[in-house]
């Protein structure tokens, strides 16, 4: 396949020189790879790697074996076909609704413009998994991680073909009782559900922002080698095709699969006059009555849907293969620089995160769940960096000698305040801390009643009387419920209200109940 897309008398069937073929431990004590072994990053010298610094993945010294090209293949290729049959379920809306008893697989209406952020988060957080995997595999931890994050990102995949032409062919009929559900749209799509499409547009915006990354690092990392490179001229066609996938893909789905399209038949642009296989006709009842209405052409519809999969999967069949081309001409020539580690777990990786990213996207779980849940996250987090400052804080203060100038101030005070500050002073720490209860101190000696009863607050208490007294006359069978009342902070200020309420008030609250929750009180 490294061939397959070389023009004709371009290219020799030998190799470049100092390139070997993926595996071949012989390639060891080659001038071109041996002092290139466990570095990805730097300037080149004379003799050139075969293959560009960023795209080296070996350990600084081979104790054993490396796979083959072959091996290579194969494990890029066992890695897709599996993601390719989960895809075909976990993309299945109907499957994942039944399967999850409803609570996934709920179409959401305008969640398409962020939906593929899922997918796409997913595709980068398993490459840098594998990343991290590889890099700190004994004897490759001199690898620069980032470059093996991108190489991971330039694997060759095949499942965006699968997924483009179960969008064009999948269907399933729905009934009158759809009409009302996020599920179908009977003007678009005539009660014909393709449950692939939201999948389809979701991986394809992920698969065009991949290819982007790979055509922009394959060609800066080539081109980067210096100009008299065998290698580099070896490569150049592959490189130059590589380049063109994010082009076709776009084109793939503007016009062929496109990604606006929702509901209905996946057709290229054209009127809407004909865009289902629609027409003007009469139609003849078995009692001979007529009816003249639109009448859809079954054959003419499954002609296009089936000449429309064709160009889409030509179009995605040649991304697919140029991928693969460009890596099988990759382990044509890396010799041991090629040489990853760890290809289970890295399969592993990437079989989980992409059936995760087509299952879970927006349109299967509600986007105001995870809104509502993030929303969660984030008070949650306030909460607990809140509370941390304020222990800290306490404890900083529980550590503190007081204030020897306002300890003698307070001396020379002989106001109720001043004797609760001399009181709970030397137990501040203690009560900072939570081991001493405030109030089991000031309930001595009515300290407590005496505080509220002080300069200020006694003004407090007239005008509490005084609003009770209007309350009373607008409402003659008013209570008072008192939130907070274990803290003694206004109960106290009630009682005394009472007791001075002018005769004027000839109604006065019925009752006056308490309840340790908040500092509020509410009248009733």
Known sequence: MGNFFSRPGREADALP???????NIS??????VAPYLGINAGSYEDPYPPIPFEWIVSPSKIDGTCPNGHQILTWFGV??????????????????????????????????????????????????????IMGNTPGYESLNMLH???????????????????????????????DKTTIIKRSADDRVEFPYTDTWITTSFSELALLIISAVFTGV?????????KSREYTSDHVSFISSTPGIMFLCMLAFLPIYKRYGEAYPLEGRRYETGRHWGVTVSSDGRTRIGVKKDNNKTAVKRGANAVC?????????????????????????????PKMIESSVVWVVFTAVDLTLPLHVLKLDILQGRLRSAVGLFKIVVRRSTTANWMNTIADQEPDPGYLKAGEEDGS??????????????????????SLSILNDDSMLSGLYLESGRARCISQIAASVGKLGRLNPNMK?????????????????????????????PEEASASDIANVGMVV
């Open 17 to 23: 020189p100092g390139a070997f073929s993926a595996g």
């Open 416 to 437: 109720v305040s001043a004797e609760v500050a001399r009181r709970l002073g030397p137990r501040l720490g203690d009560i900072l801390r939570g081991t001493t209860h």
């Open 221 to 229: 990392t080539w081109n980067r080698l210096p100009s008299d490179s």
């Open 312 to 340: 889409a999967v030509l179009l995605l069949g040649y991304i697919a293969l140029v991928q693969w081309a460009y890596w099988t001409r990759l382990v044509e020539m890396s010799g041991v620089l090629f040489c990853p």
């Open 79 to 132: 890695t897709d076909a599996v993601i390719t049959v989960l895809a075909i379920l976990c993309a299945y809306r109907p499957f994942v609704h039944w399967l999850t008893r409803g609570k996934l697989g709920n179409r959401a209406k305008n969640r398409l413009a962020l939906m593929w952020t899922v997918t796409f988060a997913c595709q980068l957080t398993a490459s840098a998994i594998v990343a991290g």
């Open 480 to 508: 008072i419920v008192e939130f907070g009342a274990g803290v003694g902070c206004a109960i106290i200020g009630k009682v005394y209200a009472f007791a001075i309420l002018t005769e004027e008030v000839t109604h006065r």
């Open 27 to 32: 390639s060891i004590n080659s001038s071109s």
């Open 148 to 178: 093996i994050f991108t190489v991971a990102m330039s694997r060759p995949r095949f499942y965006p073909v699968v997924l483009g032409l179960l969008r064009c062919v999948v269907t399933a009929q729905r009934t009158r009782d759809w």
